[in-house]
């Protein structure tokens, strides 16, 4: 991922015993990527559906690049139940991983 893939973003994290999670949230520059398109609406990603995307030290993770709004989320965790995927085709960041999204336009 380039260095400039990010514009804004922000950390937050957990230590709580099986509990423990990593998150990004914010702004990204999809021009900076070659594989994204600028108008896709985005999308998910989570273990299960791919095998070269990884967070070093946790056994789950839910991602979700959403390049039309200029937007991305990535949350790491131990339990499964804290990196739920949304059932919904297109879904927004906020309504998956909490967190500072700034003004991404």
């Known amino acids: 991922m380039p260095s400039n893939f990010w514009s804004k973003v922000a950390f937050k994290s957990g230590n709580e015993p099986g509990k423990r999670f990593a998150q990004l949230t914010g702004c990204i520059r999809p021009r900076t990527l070659d594989r994204l398109v600028p108008t896709d609406p985005g999308g998910q990603y989570t273990e299960s559906q791919s095998g070269e995307i990884k967070c070093v ?30 059932p ?18």
Not at 63 to 75: G, L, Q, T, Y
Not at 88 to 105: D, E, L, S
């Open 57 to 86: 030290g946790y056994n789950h993770f839910v991602e979700i690049v959403e390049p039309a709004s200029n937007r991305a989320c990535i949350k790491c965790c131990d339990d499964p139940a804290d990196c739920q995927k949304s």
């Open 88 to 105: 919904k085709v297109h879904p927004h960041c906020p309504n998956v991983i909490p967190g500072k999204y700034f003004n991404c336009a």
